[in-house]
């Protein structure tokens, strides 16, 4: 499918963004492993999420409302989980593969993960080496590098101090879940603070976590019980419509109900430090996860410098933060963010590219790019999305400034996160 975006001004309107993707596989996996059952209101239903749904039916899960946003699982608790009689395909989904490498581990039976051509080529040893470590047993090209991965499973899990060298929820997570099946507590410490649904979320169900700094532990064996979790609206997704209201002139729109959780919101406080008008309202908290309405009005950026420990908490912000850049007053440089080259594509690649192709001038950097800002978007030109969802929203995005319209080939990739997206700016 192709997108083609023409140039537009005065975006007004009020609009809600789907559910918060990293939430909603979570609800999904600590659903299945709770006993009772849980209801999930506000549920993505992009197609990475119905991944990780798929691949929990395909271990006996029962669940309701496959395919819409309120859905129940019915947990089989933590030792319920049966063997699946075929591969389990996971698409496109990075977190439901590292996670779930996590959770397969603990099981007494055998498995094996594969997934599309992107996520076959992504890094899974930054998961399956800790996890072998807590005596994961995994099978796979490159040392249990590259899906497909089969996970041998029958073994008891011991528990680990793990010091992640990356600051990464997937690394993170796929250790904790792991955590419950061992005896005792297990505790990973990272380098820089990443997203922290796993930790809210398995405390919400029950599990006894404990958070220091850096530092976090859980304890294993726990009794998690089924819970009501309501999906706050994705950050990751609001973006796109908040840099869409920022660029273009006389726009004014309203987000509402956007999780604004502190190791997540890294993109707010960007764009402020950008210049960007962002007014947050009615701040509030649900299911243990802060959320606000979001107020965003057209406005002359400012080029900064993102980089450090930043960067973990707008990682998946950076494309459409390249998008925001263009349209700024001086340089903005990204560094420390090399891990944007492992994301669905590499991003870093993939943003220099289609941007010079748009008439913008950046640098590529080895962990970053340099923009250019007060940049004209010529468009007139077809762009790749790679198979990238984010890269896809963002080009987009750039069109709505473009000179002439922006094509978007293989756009049909913006449902993994955002089914509605075209949809939702046609509305405004
Ligand atoms: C995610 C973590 C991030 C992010 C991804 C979702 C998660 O990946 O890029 O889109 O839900 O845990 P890393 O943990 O690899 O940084």
């Given at each position: 499918?192709?997108?083609k975006i023409e140039s537009k001004s005065n975006l007004t309107g009020e609009v809600n963004v789907p559910g918060d993707k990293s939430i909603s596989h979570r609800a999904v996996m600590l659903g299945a492993l709770a006993q009772g059952k849980t209801e999930i209101e506000g549920f993505?239903?992009?197609e990475d999420c119905l991944s990780t749904v798929k691949a929990f039916q395909a271990l006996g899960v029962e669940v309701d409302?496959?395919?819409?946003?309120?859905?129940?699982?019915h947990g089989k608790g933590l030792a319920g989980l049966e063997e699946a009689d075929d591969v389990l395909d996971l698409?496109?989904?990075?977190?439901?593969?590292?996670?779930?490498?996590?959770?397969?581990?603990?099981?007494?039976?055998y498995s094996v993960v594969t997934g599309d051509d992107s996520?076959?080529?992504?890094?899974?040893?930054r998961v399956t080496e800790p996890l072998a470590e807590m005596n994961g047993q995994f099978y796979g090209r490159d040392n249990a590098n590259l899906a497909p991965i089969t996970v041998l499973g029958g073994q008891q899990l011991k528990v680990m101090q793990y010091?992640?060298?990356?600051?990464?929820a997937q690394v993170k997570s796929s250790i904790l879940l792991a955590g419950l099946y061992a005896d005792g507590v297990t505790e990973v410490i990272e380098p820089a603070k990443s997203r922290d649904h796993t930790e809210r979320m398995l405390e919400y169900f029950g599990a006894n976590v404990e958070v220091d700094g850096l530092a976090v532990k859980v304890e294993g064996k726990p009794e998690l019980k089924g819970?009501?979790?309501?999906?706050p609206g994705d950050i990751s997704s609001a973006a796109f419509l908040m840099v869409a209201g920022l660029i273009t002139s006389g726009s004014e729109i309203l987000i509402k109900n956007v999780g604004l959780n502190p190791t997540r919101s890294g993109v707010i406080d960007a764009l402020e430090q950008m210049n960007a008008n962002l007014e947050l309202l009615n701040q509030r908290e649900v299911n243990g996860e802060p959320i606000a309405d979001i107020i965003v009005k057209s406005s002359q950026l400012q080029g900064i410098v993102i980089d450090g420990e930043l960067i973990p908490l707008l990682i998946d912000e950076i494309?459409?933060?390249?998008?925001a850049a263009s349209q700024a007053e001086g340089k903005t440089v990204i560094k420390d963010a090399e891990e944007l080259r492992v994301k669905e594509t590499d991003r870093i690649d993939a943003m220099v590219k289609e941007l010079t192709k748009l008439g913008v001038e950046v640098i590529e950097r080895e962990d970053g790019m340099e923009i250019v800002g007060k940049q004209t978007i010529q468009g007139g030109a077809k762009c790749r999305s790679y198979d990238d969802h984010r890269v896809a929203m963002s080009l987009a995005i750039a069109g709505l400034i473009a000179e002439e319209p922006v094509i978007i080939e293989n756009a049909e990739c913006i449902n993994i996160s955002f089914p509605n997206f075209e949809e939702l700016l046609t509305e405004l």
């Open positions: 499918m192709q997108l993505l239903t992009g409302g496959v395919g819409t946003e309120a859905m129940t699982i698409g496109n989904s990075g977190t439901t593969m590292r996670l779930m490498l996590g959770i397969l581990a603990g099981q007494d039976f996520l076959r080529s992504r890094p899974m040893a010091r992640s060298p990356v600051a990464s819970q009501k979790v309501i999906v494309p459409i933060l390249a998008i």
